[in-house]
């Protein structure tokens, strides 16, 4: 067995997805990976991988890399990132209808890089909708013709406190403007 095969094994026995694995000339080995959707963690509920989750695949893969004398200098194991990277079918079908940064391998009207939604079509592969400053378009590709496709980060600072606060301020808005059971003065 190869240590790409104890790796991926690895990771997956464990209850994670195996986004990546990057290996430098200097002996540093790098492996992403995700929590897969409906799995029960025993880190916990997030959605999102934690460190914990990183610790234990660490040590698993530690153990098993020894096992399969594997040469690497330094293991880091995290996240896959916000702007995770697309790379199997699964990763395209998980995430249609998000947005997603996509390079084609050849250009198209003079372009490789778009940006927009990506949506499943049942026959033709995949689309990409999104606006070019003039009008409304649509890409349609297959995996084929993709260099690389990654995750647009959607990052929401106010978080679940933030919104909270904005729909207690709408309520609070709409109480102040009715008076008189429900008549606006």
């Not at 959707?37 to 153990?63: K, M, N």
């Not at 200098?73 to 990277?85: F, I």
């Not at 990506?118 to 606006?131: H, K, M």
């Not at 297959?142 to 606060?165: I, N, S, Y």
Request: charged letters at 30%; glycine letters at 10%.
């Amino acid at each position: 067995m190869t240590w790409q095969t104890a790796v991926e094994r690895t990771v997956s026995g464990l209850g994670y997805e195996l986004v990546e694995v990057e290996r430098s000339a200097r002996g540093l080995l790098r492996v992403f990976i995700d929590r897969v959707p409906g799995h029960v963690y025993p880190t916990g509920e997030s959605e999102f991988v934690t460190v914990d989750d990183c610790e234990a695949v660490t040590r698993q893969l530690q153990y098993v890399l020894e096992v399969e004398n594997a040469a690497y200098e330094r293991l880091e194991v995290s996240s896959p990132g916000l702007d995770r990277p697309l790379k199997k079918a699964g990763d395209y079908e998980r995430f249609a209808g998000s947005e997603v940064e996509l390079t084609l391998k050849m250009p198209l009207q003079g372009r490789k890089k778009f940006r927009g939604l990506l949506v499943a079509q049942p026959e033709s592969g995949w689309r990409l909708e999104f606006n070019d400053g003039k009008a409304d378009q649509a890409l349609d590709f297959t995996l084929e013709e993709v260099r690389e496709a990654r995750l647009v980060p959607v990052v929401d600072f106010k978080g679940r406190r933030g919104r909270q606060a904005a729909e207690v301020g709408t309520a609070a808005s709409t109480a102040d403007e009715t008076v008189d059971g429900g008549h606006k003065e």
